[in-house]
């Protein structure tokens, strides 16, 4: 057979959504694939069921509808504190994974490189190979998860083209403060790069922290590509709706990229979410507190079970350290793949290895999600809680 390309030997598949297919295969709690457990904003249910009737039903202009277009550039622009033209500075994608996507393709040329935080969502990587791109990887050092700022502008001295922030961070729950994102942006600046942000938890974000814009810092719209979608603010995290907003060059570009990758998001589903934007400000208020009951109470059962972990700052994700069970004599030389299996098998809930998440060699690292209901969280904690007789 012929030989398969080089790239695909380069990364694995996506070890979060295997720990879903194995949680599936033993009927576990599954707390390792971030998606919540309710139903949308029933504004959004209403608008879907009578688009299944009434459509539309057949292509979207290809960068998007512009009801939609028009909607998000308009919370947007109020976001950042200025305007986004809808004509020429967003494209409409499948899900903010395409508009990462889509973001590396127009910038990157093969050989380039690009700095990305460690620990990292597991796409950015792949998406920086696949665009021919080489990742470089900065510490976000545990269990506060800060950086050096002199590593970051090494890697541009050494010709990054760009960095990729997820801000709140997945898989760690960091908030980038304003402080930070200048220091950042003006180095970007200095070495003309772009600042890749991710920012799909902008809206669960917990006190006393702030979401801070990157695009919306004085001189910085014209070196910030901002990726975001639709799915964990409104927990519409199937409808695949995203968006990638910047200087009209790199939108441009980006616009030519998704045509080729995806054609276009589905027109139904754009006109059913359009009526996300018309929410009013109680919606994200009432969101915030919704997630920071589910994290206080989902932090309350790690420390029941004896699980040590991060106090995320944003997302909803924690961090958990399970170094006090490597330790026993039953998981002596065990990694955290093994570990993440075990416990779905013998607890019954189900996480992901942290070394998936970091290039540095960590292996005592797990990550759990608390998007849950009050109902399943109660149940995890009952779960988890038999961990705790193993360390007496």
Known sequence: ???????????????????????????????????????????????????????????AITFGAKNFRDAVCAKQSKAIGREIDPETEIVITCGSTEAMMSAMMTICNPGDKVLVFSPFYENYGADAILSGATPIYVPLVPPTYDFDIKLIEQGFKDGAKAIVICNPSNPCGKVFTEHELIAIGELAVKYDAYIITDEVYEHIVFDPYKHVYASGLPGMFDHVITCNSLSKTYSITGWRLGYLIGPADVVDGARKVHDFLTVGAAAPLMEAAVNAFKLPPEYYDDLKAKYTQKRNRFLEALDEAGLKHNIPQGSYFVMVDISNFLQLPQFEGWTDLAFCEWIIKNIGVAAVPGSSFFREPINNLIRFHFARSGEVLDEVARRLKKMSDLLK
């Open 1 to 59: 057979m012929p030989k398969l390309s080089d790239r695909v030997g380069t990364f694995t598949d996506s070890v979060i959504r295997r720990m879903t297919r194995i949680s599936n295969k033993y009927g576990a709690i599954n707390l390792s694939q971030g998606f919540p457990d309710w139903d949308p904003p029933k504004e959004m249910l209403d608008s879907l069921a009578k688009a299944a009737y009434t459509g539309p039903h057949q292509y």
